[in-house]
């Protein structure tokens, strides 16, 4: 099915957005490869995901509140949903999120589904940690990952 793609500016950057109908699919770093048949254009979808994304940024939202719609295996859509329970300001290890779905030795699937995530931010795979509590591997870079937990972490404890 065809996907409309549209950017915003962020404080990191430009982000792509896309969907299909009214359901958010994917979420591009700027610079990274577009689909092909990709159209850019701003959906109504899109523009309520732009507007979410911008209030995120400016402390104003915790929660979004976009249907989504990631293609993965039934594996990989059962990380992503226990994903969107980890509150806002808040991290989780691998293994609580393998333990979340009941399989406690899913460790590194986990890990590997956290990378395939195709909606970052909206699905906050961000908010992933190593059990050390060390920051690991993020499709958007390190400095990004770093750059959300601490704009959750100073907006979280300053209301």
Known sequence: MMKNIFFYPTDIGKIGIAASGDN???????????????????????????RQLHDYFAGRLRYFTLPVAPRGTEFMTRVWK???????????SY??????????????????????????????????????????????????????LGLENNVFSSN
């Open 95 to 148: 293994k609580q999120i393998a333990n979340d779905i009941g399989n406690d030795k899913a460790v590194r699937a986990v890990g590997q589904a956290n990378h395939r995530n195709p909606i970052p931010i909206i699905i906050p795979c961000h908010r992933v940690i190593g059990a050390d509590g060390k920051l690991t591997g993020y499709g958007g870079g390190l400095e990004i990952k770093q750059y959300l």
């Open 24 to 50: 958010i699919t994917d979420l591009y770093w700027e610079g990274e490869q577009l689909p092909p048949d990709a159209i850019i254009y701003e959906t109504d979808i899109l523009k309520e995901a732009g």
């Open 82 to 92: 226990s994903l969107q329970t980890i509150p806002y300001g808040e991290t989780r």
